[in-house]
């Protein structure tokens, strides 16, 4: 046997799956425990995943190595496997997963399906020690019901088999808790940590899960904005005094079940701006800090809310999607700096059950991802019967604020994007100024200007949160706290106290006015179509790589006020998709040196059409227009993170 690094605490392991199933005048809770392998830290959880029969060499190896043993589960249909199968398998194991390694062959376990024992008296291990790496070689036989997925374990004396979650650090602090699934449905605060001065993140081997129809999601690695509920969780919605006030959900928000129940494994619960409220980093972000962009020098803005699920899904590879949610911007603005995919999608097709309100009339969840095709198999599983993807496109592509010259490397993107989705689509491409439109074309009784029409109408939307979020908490927190008031954030303080200021009726007022607009949307500018779900796209630029330091100090907080192109979907209730095309250099004051910002367009069409633009994308993909984006310093060609 080879020697290896590795620490274990192995007996509390076997230990501890014996102490769960026996009563105690105590609670007493095992959470399973941490090790390393040859450098790499790994969680191992306490649920034993099967148990098999200890041989007699295995025993000798475990009896040596303190009781605890790393170990590989390999799958052969027949008892012809040898030596090549092997390997190919480790092989395939190694380039498809990101927890198993070659340190996990310490121990082998050939599990025999389609095969039986009583047929085989007698029947012995194959020889498996051609590399040297390869240590102890047992086997077994799976039945069609306990057969052990393939993959890498830690294997105990009793020859309890436990999984292997690799564990790594948040280091650009993008998440406010990790967790781990109970067997019963809830979650719980994972346990563990590792270098790197953030907290860290389990992920389990890739090799586990299996997709199928029913689980369209398995294995998908999700975080989720804290915003959401998770039974078991507290949730924090970006405010310290919240989250240590309130006791942990004992419900799992709606959506959130329904990316579990399609596989998906929650990993931690990420950050959000304080009540979902636009932030910037360095003075807004009081109660925590926020997450770091790694796009680029590493100190650019992650814009906000969901700027933990924008930062976590643009810098880490072991990590597949996150749900964010998007009221005025809060998904699509991370995923432009960011260099991901993100929806917002049509307003009312996914429920809002569990999540932190803001404003009811403009609330949506959605995803930040690198992965298309992980993007639009969530999407099903999110919006449920509310999507069905069509391929049947408009010929009509409206362009908002599009550049017109090749005068940046942004802009050459942009405008080739378009040229090539026109040629693509055969379709004819014209202007679109949402201003002079309305003025145009706005409703006779209502005013010609758009800017008047829409100028408070977000605040005062977003200002519902004085009711729904602030009066209920300020009242139970002081019955609770000798009369005293929790800490808020400047924006969400100075956001409210405005909207203390203004009329009962302005909530009711905003509404029509976004029903005003909405119809006129509808009616005049992204109206549906029989064939092609929407009679035209409408495109604007979501990201052009321009900076926005995060060491910048600022004004003091304001009121959202005003109308810009960002609101069509808002207050349209339409899909807004954004599609990263590229990125562009800039010269950063920080590194002092050339570096790289993601391009992105964001992609608009009529109320309900969601799925067209899914279609879109998948099409796009085919065609080599688009496709998926890195982790890392670029959001094309990946690479390190700068520190
Ligand atoms: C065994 O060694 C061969 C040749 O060095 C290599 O190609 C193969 O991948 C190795 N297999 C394993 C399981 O390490
Ligand atoms: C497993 O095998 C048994 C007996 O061969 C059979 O009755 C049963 O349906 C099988 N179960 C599954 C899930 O395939
Ligand atoms: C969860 O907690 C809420 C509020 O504390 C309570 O109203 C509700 O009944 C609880 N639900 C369950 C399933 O226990
Ligand atoms: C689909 O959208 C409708 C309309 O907003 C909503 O009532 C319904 O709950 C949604 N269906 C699902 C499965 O979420
Ligand atoms: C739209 O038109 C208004 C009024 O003419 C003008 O101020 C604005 O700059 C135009 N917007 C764009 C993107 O061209
Ligand atoms: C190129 O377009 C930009 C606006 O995108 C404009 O400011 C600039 O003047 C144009 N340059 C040339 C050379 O036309
Ligand atoms: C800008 O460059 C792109 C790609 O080189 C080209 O497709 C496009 O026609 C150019 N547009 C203009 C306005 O020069
Ligand atoms: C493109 O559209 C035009 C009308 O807009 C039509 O005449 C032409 O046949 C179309 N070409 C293709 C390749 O579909
Ligand atoms: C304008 O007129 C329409 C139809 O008569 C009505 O539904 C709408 O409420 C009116 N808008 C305003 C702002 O009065
Ligand atoms: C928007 O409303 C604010 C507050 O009432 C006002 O100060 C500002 O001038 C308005 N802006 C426009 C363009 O009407
Ligand atoms: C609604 O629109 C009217 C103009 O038609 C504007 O005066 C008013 O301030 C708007 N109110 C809100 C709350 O958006
Ligand atoms: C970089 O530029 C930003 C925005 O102009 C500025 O706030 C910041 O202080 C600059 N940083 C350095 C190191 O010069």
């Known amino acids: 046997m080879v020697p290896r690094c590795y620490q274990s605490v192995a007996s509390a392991l076997l230990?501890?799956?014996?102490?769960?199933?026996?009563?105690?005048?105590?609670?007493?809770?095992?959470?399973?425990?941490?090790?390393?392998?040859?450098?790499?830290?790994?969680?191992?959880?306490?649920?034993?995943?099967?148990t098999i029969t200890v041989s007699k060499h295995l025993k000798k190896a475990l009896d040596s190595a303190g009781g605890l043993l790393p170990f590989t589960v390999v799958n052969a249909n027949s008892f012809d496997y040898g030596e090549r199968d092997f390997s190919q398998a480790i092989t395939s194991y190694t380039s498809t997963d990101d927890v198993f390694s070659k340190s996990f062959l310490e121990a082998i376990y050939v599990q025999y399906s389609g095969v039986s024992s009583h047929k085989y008296p007698g029947f012995s291990a194959p020889k498996l020690s051609g590399n040297s790496s390869v240590g102890v070689v047992t086997t077994g036989f799976a039945s069609n019901t306990s057969s052990i997925p393939a993959g890498p374990y830690f294997v105990t004396s009793t020859g309890a088999v436990h999984q292997a979650w690799k564990l790594f650090s948040d280091v650009q602090?993008?998440?406010?808790?990790?967790?781990?699934?109970?067997?019963?449905?809830?979650?719980?605060?994972?346990?563990?940590?590792?270098?790197?001065?953030?907290?860290?993140?389990?992920?389990?081997?890739?090799?586990?899960?299996?997709?199928?129809?029913?689980?369209?999601l398995a294995g998908v690695r999700l975080g989720i904005k804290d915003i959401y509920d998770i039974a078991g969780l507290r949730t924090s919605n970006g405010n310290r005094a919240w989250y240590h006030f309130y006791p942990p959900a004992n419900e799992t928000a709606l959506t959130v079940q329904r990316l579990i129940d399609a596989g998906a494994i929650i990993v931690g619960k990420m950050k959000t701006s304080q009540f979902a409220n636009g932030e910037t980093a360095t003075a807004d972000w009081v109660d925590y800090h926020e997450p770091f962009n790694p796009r680029g020098d590493g100190y650019q803005d992650t814009s906000s809310s969901s700027s933990g699920p924008?930062?976590?899904?643009?810098?880490?590879?072991?990590?597949?999607?996150?749900?964010?949610?998007?009221?005025?911007?809060?998904?699509?603005?991370?995923?432009?700096?960011?260099?991901?995919?993100?929806?917002?999608?049509?307003?009312?097709?996914?429920?809002?059950d569990g999540i932190m309100p803001m404003a009811p009339q403009l609330d949506t969840p959605g995803f930040l991802t690198r992965h298309p095709d992980i993007w639009i198999a969530a999407s099903k599983v999110l919006y449920q019967d509310n999507i069905t993807l069509s391929h049947n496109y408009p010929s009509k592509i409206q362009t908002i604020g599009w550049p017109t010259n090749n005068s940046s490397v942004a802009n050459g993107l942009l405008l080739s994007f378009l040229d090539k989705l026109s040629t693509f689509l055969n379709a004819t491409t014209s202007t679109l100024n949402i201003t002079e439109q309305w003025t145009a074309s706005h409703p006779a009784n209502v005013t010609s200007s758009i800017v008047e029409l829409m100028n408070i109408t977000y605040p005062v939307l977003i200002g519902q949160q004085t009711t729904s979020i602030r009066d209920p908490f300020y009242a139970a927190y002081s019955a609770a706290n000798s009369g005293r008031v929790p800490f808020i954030n400047p924006v969400p303080m100075t956001r409210w106290a405005w909207a203390d200021s203004l009329p009962k009726s302005s909530v009711a007022d905003a509404a029509h006015n976004k029903t005003i607009f909405q119809t006129w949307i509808h009616d005049k500018i992204l109206t549906p179509s029989e064939s092609t779900c929407s009679d035209s796209l409408a495109l604007y630029v979501g990201g052009a790589g321009t900076t926005n330091y995060r060491n910048a100090y600022r004004k003091a907080p304001g009121i959202p006020y005003g109308f810009d192109t960002s609101k069509v979907s808002n207050m349209g209730s339409g899909p807004d998709f954004v599609i990263p095309i590229g990125e562009t250099p800039y010269v950063s004051n920080i590194t002092l040196q050339t570096e790289y910002l993601p391009v992105s367009v964001d992609i608009l069409a009529a109320k309900g059409c969601d799925g067209m633009i899914f279609g879109l994308v998948q099409d796009l993909i085919k065609a080599g227009m688009i496709k998926g984006t890195k982790a890392g310093y670029s959001a094309v060609s990946g690479e390190q993170i700068l520190f």
């Open 173 to 216: 602090g993008a998440f406010l808790e990790t967790t781990i699934a109970n067997q019963d449905g809830t979650f719980s605060v994972l346990p563990a940590n590792v270098e790197g001065q953030s907290l860290a993140i389990a992920v389990p081997s890739r090799l586990y899960f299996t997709k199928t129809e029913d689980k369209p």
């Open 310 to 352: 924008g930062a976590g899904a643009a810098a880490y590879d072991w990590l597949d999607l996150t749900l964010g949610s998007d009221t005025g911007g809060s998904i699509r603005n991370p995923s432009q700096v960011q260099g991901l995919f993100g929806n917002r999608p049509s307003w009312g097709l996914v429920p809002l």
């Open 15 to 50: 230990l501890l799956s014996q102490v769960a199933s026996t009563s105690f005048a105590f609670k007493f809770t095992p959470t399973g425990q941490t090790v390393q392998l040859d450098g790499a830290s790994y969680y191992i959880p306490p649920d034993v995943v099967s």
